[in-house]
């Protein structure tokens, strides 16, 4: 999983961004700042993209937990 966020975004809700992102429990996911974004926050696997105006941790985590339930998730492992 690949998570990118705007570098301006608020202190708090970057804190959020990046503590979702360096939590362990969250998965193999990685994160960064992509300062031409548009959208607040983009979560992208292998299939889909979640693109998000406004910094929504917990729909970026259900994404993610949709995907590592992906048996597509799975290959290589």
Avoid: N
């Avoid at 700042?33 to 607040?40: I, S």
């Amino acid at each position: 999983m690949i998570v990118t966020y705007r570098p301006d975004l608020p202190a708090e809700q970057l804190a959020q961004v990046r503590a979702f992102v360096t939590d362990s429990t969250a998965g193999r996911v990685v994160g960064g700042a992509a300062p031409d974004q548009a959208e607040a926050v983009k979560a992208v696997h292998a299939y889909r993209t979640i693109a998000c105006h406004t910094v929504d941790v917990d729909a970026v985590r259900g994404f993610t937990r949709d995907w590592f339930a992906d048996p597509r998730s799975k290959v290589g492992e």
